[in-house]
């Protein structure tokens, strides 16, 4: 994150044919601050990229209520249709829904899920929308 690897190799800054030509001074950065910056740096990049982080767990079962997503057809349409139920699985990410007597096969990417998705969606505090498209 901002350092070249010949520093860290090397433990010094490489030495370029300009800088002597230009004579550009050196800037000396202790080791310690750096590797202190390097460490905060990474767990703000680390608490953002968990935070971002969107995935469904592989353990929906049949009878598993699901919102499933389909391209709107205006712009005031909602994409997320609900009242979806988990028939069954096939293979690790796809899966058998049914919604008033019509199947469709799904896979994970366009559905969330929830026990209160046949409710219209409306998220508790206690439980965390997952979307997919």
């Given at each position: 994150?901002?350092?070249?690897?010949?520093?860290?190799?090397?433990?010094?800054?490489?030495?370029l044919p300009f800088e002597r030509k230009m004579n550009i001074q050196r800037i000396f950065v202790n080791k310690k601050e750096m590797i202190?910056?390097?460490q905060k740096i990474w767990q703000k990049y680390q608490k953002d990229?968990?935070?971002?982080?969107?995935?469904?767990?592989?353990?929906?079962?049949?009878?598993?209520?699901?919102?499933?997503?389909?391209p709107r057809q205006s712009k005031m349409q909602n994409g997320w249709q609900n009242g979806?139920?988990?028939?069954?699985?096939?293979?690790?990410?796809a899966f058998l829904v049914e919604k008033d007597g019509q199947i469709?096969?799904?896979n994970k990417k366009t559905f969330e899920?929830?026990?209160?998705?046949e409710k219209g969606g409306v998220w508790?505090?206690?439980?965390?929308?997952?979307?997919?498209r």
């Open positions: 994150l901002g350092t070249s690897p010949f520093i860290w190799k090397e433990e010094r800054l490489p030495e202190q910056k390097r990229i968990v935070k971002g982080k969107k995935f469904i767990d592989d353990s929906l079962e049949p009878g598993d209520s699901v919102f499933l997503y389909r979806f139920k988990v028939i069954k699985g096939i293979g690790h990410d469709k096969r799904t899920e929830g026990s209160n998705a508790t505090a206690t439980s965390q929308p997952r979307y997919f």
